[in-house]
């Protein structure tokens, strides 16, 4: 069977995915998943995702992560799938669709590069030690250090990961560092296993955790670099909830092709 699938990234998150509102492709299929994803017998991604029909909304955003197993909320896959949509014409400016933590709404930029995101709201950010944990559509650990250009992340990350406390569910490991008047951060991703080049629900976590520590309260909006470019973050905080929350990027079209399976 002949695949036709693209190739989409969001700061350098890369994904693989495929227009399946006809269903023809049974993608419950780890160990197939997890051979495209891979980068050097398959397309190579950090996940892979089926745009699907679905009554009541514009689509419906199935996601796999890159070991091939179902995954919680992915940020910059949303935003991906989002200009998918409007590349097919489902969509043109604006979108309601639904993901594995319920409805988003989502704004394309007429050129169809930049899309902003509404997350789910928040409401409660735990501690462990230093670092925060919330959960932003996937579960985060996000923590502060120095020198963050240097770490090994991959290590360090990987270790707090499978950690005693962790290890059963998995979390995400986002390590941070002030920048101008926002954060450097780096990201290890449960499901891909390694770092990635971006993480929106990371960012995203970061963004809301730092603006607890701070005592920020409003509207605010937080500047992210990552390894892949740049992203923004704004929501409104009262002091014990965080809402109208919005992941912004880019989103685009890198390649598409056909997978013979």
Not at 58 to 69: H, I, R, T
């Amino acid at each position: 069977m002949n695949i036709k699938f693209y190739k989409y990234q969001g700061a350098g998150n890369d994904f693989v995915l495929v227009d399946n509102r006809k269903n023809v492709v049974d993608h419950q299929n780890p160990a197939l998943i997890a051979q495209i994803c891979n980068r050097r017998f398959g397309v190579g991604g950090d996940g892979m995702m089926f745009l699907q029909d679905k009554q009541g909304y514009d689509f419906e955003m199935v996601y796999y992560n890159a070991d091939g197993q179902p995954s919680s909320m992915c940020g910059n896959g949303g935003r991906c799938i989002v200009a998918f949509a409007k590349y097919l014409g489902v969509i043109e400016t604006e979108t309601e669709f639904l993901a594995v933590d319920g409805p988003h709404y989502a704004k394309i930029s007429a050129e169809g590069d930049w899309v902003s995101l509404q997350m789910i709201d928040v409401d409660t950010i735990n501690s462990d030690g230093e670092a925060y944990v919330l959960n932003t559509g996937s579960p985060h650990y996000v923590l502060q250090v120095d020198d963050l250009k240097s770490k090994d992340v991959y290590h360090d990350g990987r270790a707090i990961r499978n950690n005693a406390t962790y290890s059963e569910k998995g979390i995400n490991i986002n390590f941070i560092e002030p920048l101008n008047d926002g954060y450097f951060v780096r990201t290890f991703e449960r499901g891909v296993e390694d770092e990635t080049f971006a993480c929106g629900t990371g960012v995203t976590a970061v963004a809301l955790a730092m603006a607890q520590h701070h005592n920020q309260t409003g509207h605010v909006t937080t500047p992210i670099k990552v390894l892949g470019g740049d992203l923004n973050i704004r929501f409104d905080y009262d002091g014990k909830r965080f809402t109208n929350i919005f992941l912004e990027g880019p989103a685009k079209l890198v390649f598409e092709g056909c997978l013979d399976v």
